[in-house]
Nanobody, 124 residues
Framework: QVRLVESGGGLVQVGGSLRLSCAASGRTFSMYAMGWFCQAPGKERELVAAVSAGDGDSTKYADFVEGRFTISRDNAKDTVYLQMNSLKPEETAVYYC????????????????WGQGTLVTVSS
C-alpha cells in the first residue's frame, strides 16, 4: 500500500504558474505509475497527466494541457510533480495525485491509491 500527500496548491492569477508535489510513502515508489487528476465542482474527475513507473520515461497529457504542464518524478525523493504554467480560470479545481501498479492509465478508476487533493484557484 502507498500513501500520497499533495501540496503546492493555492491562489494564482491567470497566466501564472504553480508546481504541485505529491509525496509518497509505504511501498517502493518507483514501482508505481503516477497520475495527476483534476475535478472541478459538478464535473467528473479527469486526467491531467500521467507518468510511467520506473524511470518515468513515458508520459501522457490531457489535450487541454497544450504543452503548458509537465509531469515528472524523483524516485530518490518518492515524489511526483506537476509544473503548471499559463494557468486558465477554467482550470480551477481540486488536483489529486494517484498511483497504480504496472502500466500508467488515463481513467481515474484504474488507479487504486489517492491523495486527499489540493485546491488550485485561478483568478481573473
Amino acid at each position: 500500500q502507498v500513501r500520497l500527500v499533495e501540496s503546492g496548491g493555492g491562489l494564482v492569477q491567470v497566466g501564472g504558474s504553480l508546481r504541485l508535489s505529491c509525496a509518497a510513502s509505504g511501498r517502493t515508489f518507483s514501482m508505481y505509475a503516477m497520475g495527476w487528476f483534476c475535478q472541478a465542482p459538478g464535473k467528473e474527475r479527469e486526467l491531467v497527466a500521467a507518468v510511467s513507473a520506473g524511470d518515468g520515461d513515458s508520459t501522457k497529457y490531457a489535450d487541454f494541457v497544450e504543452g503548458r504542464f509537465t509531469i515528472s518524478r524523483d524516485n530518490a525523493k518518492d515524489t511526483v510533480y506537476l509544473q503548471m504554467n499559463s494557468l486558465k480560470p477554467e482550470e480551477t479545481a481540486v488536483y489529486y495525485c494517484a498511483a497504480k501498479t504496472l502500466k500508467m492509465a488515463t481513467l481515474w478508476n484504474e488507479y487504486g491509491y489517492w491523495g486527499q487533493g489540493t485546491l488550485v484557484t485561478v483568478s481573473s
